[in-house]
């Protein structure tokens, strides 16, 4: 055998060899989601409820109905995120047909056991309805944007900002406005990319969600136009490991949660209904 025929066996064997050894690296997983919502209007349906996804966020089950109904005995709408060990959900505390002054915070390090930790007011003068408490969180800064009404003006609901002053979030600022973004808007959630804010927020007047952009989180909002078709309200984003965003939209007319994805908050996909049975206005964080 040749000199140059046994090299090329050598390197053949090597090949083979290396080969053995290399181990196909796996598919990534897909994000596991928990989702905090309740399930309607009913009284035994206004608490919380945690469900859990373990494909991407398309299908929910079952985790914890944790009984917890706040110091009213009404929980709606609740928004949920972690700091370090602990879990937090704002909530409104209050059914839509009963006026409220204040929304609520509540503590667990478990997601079945929930303390209240806090009850926050309008801080505006005559206020009516203070709903759906969405978080907002930008570095160590723990912020809640509320839609909140005053009953001495008719224009309807207005998107106002809480920021928490201390780590534990039982102590909060008074409301700053998101100039710009004017009245009859609610449901108001707040993402930032890059230095541009984008808050998806229920048009009350049309039914359509909106998408605005501003550089400042309260100042200069500006409307980018409307998403999908009118009858969708509660939208809430999650951003998941593959870097798209994913969000969720509470379809009130006749019921259920619906998605869509996008990879710039700009441009989306069309919306699909969620697996998740019972579900209405809520979020979902990474497990």
Same mark, same amino acid.
């Given at each position: 055998?040749?000199?140059?025929?046994?090299?090329?066996?050598?390197?053949? +064997?090597?090949?083979?060899?290396?080969?053995?050894?290399?181990?196909?690296?796996?598919?990534?997983?897909?994000?596991?989601?928990?989702?905090?919502?309740?399930?309607?209007?009913?009284?035994? /349906?206004?608490?919380?409820?945690?469900?859990?996804?373990? /494909?991407?966020?398309?299908?929910?089950?079952?985790?914890? /109905?944790?009984?917890?109904?706040?110091?009213?005995?009404?929980?709606?709408?609740?928004?949920?995120?972690?700091?370090?060990?602990?879990?937090?959900?704002?909530?409104?505390?209050?059914?839509?047909?009963?006026?409220?002054?204040?929304?609520?915070?509540?503590?667990?390090?478990?997601?079945?056991?929930?303390?209240?930790?806090?009850?926050?007011?309008?801080?505006?003068? /005559?206020?009516?309805?203070?709903?759906?408490?969405?978080?907002?969180?930008?570095?160590?800064?723990?912020?809640?944007?509320?839609?909140?009404?005053?009953?001495?003006?008719?224009?309807?609901?207005?998107?106002?900002?809480?920021?928490?002053?201390?780590?534990? +979030?039982?102590?909060?600022?008074?409301?700053?406005?998101?100039?710009?973004?004017?009245?009859?808007?609610?449901?108001?959630?707040?993402?930032?990319?890059?230095?541009?804010?984008?808050?998806?927020?229920?048009?009350?007047?049309?039914?359509?969600?909106?998408?605005?952009?501003?550089?400042? +989180?309260?100042?200069?909002?500006?409307?980018?136009?409307?998403?999908?078709?009118?009858?969708?309200?509660?939208?809430?984003?999650?951003?998941?490991?593959?870097?798209?965003?994913?969000?969720?939209?509470?379809?009130?007319?006749?019921?259920?949660?619906?998605?869509?994805?996008?990879?710039?908050?700009?441009?989306?996909?069309?919306?699909?209904?969620?697996?998740?049975?019972?579900?209405?206005?809520?979020?979902?964080?990474?497990?």
């Amino acid at each position: 055998m040749t000199t140059a025929r046994l090299f090329r066996v050598f390197v053949a +064997l090597i090949a083979v060899v290396l080969g053995a050894l290399v181990v196909p690296r796996p598919a990534s997983a897909a994000t596991t989601l928990i989702y905090t919502t309740f399930k309607g209007d009913a009284a035994a /349906d206004q608490e919380l409820w945690v469900y859990q996804s373990t /494909d991407g966020g398309a299908n929910y089950s079952v985790l914890y /109905d944790t009984n917890f109904r706040g110091p009213t005995g009404v929980l709606r709408d609740p928004s949920i995120i972690r700091q370090g060990s602990t879990y937090f959900v704002a909530y409104t505390w209050q059914s839509w047909t009963t006026n409220s002054t204040y929304f609520a915070v509540a503590r667990s390090t478990d997601l079945r056991t929930w303390t209240n930790i806090a009850t926050v007011p309008a801080g505006v003068s /005559d206020p009516q309805n203070v709903w759906a408490p969405e978080f907002y969180l930008e570095g160590g800064t723990v912020r809640v944007i509320v839609s909140v009404r005053q009953t001495t003006n008719t224009s309807g609901f207005r998107p106002y900002v809480y920021t928490a002053q201390n780590a534990s +979030l039982t102590s909060w600022s008074g409301p700053q406005q998101m100039g710009g973004l004017g009245y009859n808007y609610i449901d108001t959630y707040v993402v930032r990319s890059g230095s541009t804010y984008h808050a998806f927020t229920k048009n009350e007047t049309t039914k359509y969600i909106e998408r605005w952009t501003s550089n400042s +989180l309260t100042s200069g909002w500006t409307r980018q136009g409307t998403l999908w078709t009118s009858g969708y309200e509660g939208p809430s984003l999650v951003r998941m490991d593959n870097g798209q965003y994913r969000i969720y939209v509470d379809k009130y007319t006749n019921g259920g949660i619906w998605t869509a994805t996008s990879a710039n908050l700009t441009s989306w996909t069309g919306l699909s209904a969620v697996g998740c049975s019972g579900c209405r206005h809520g979020t979902a964080i990474p497990k």
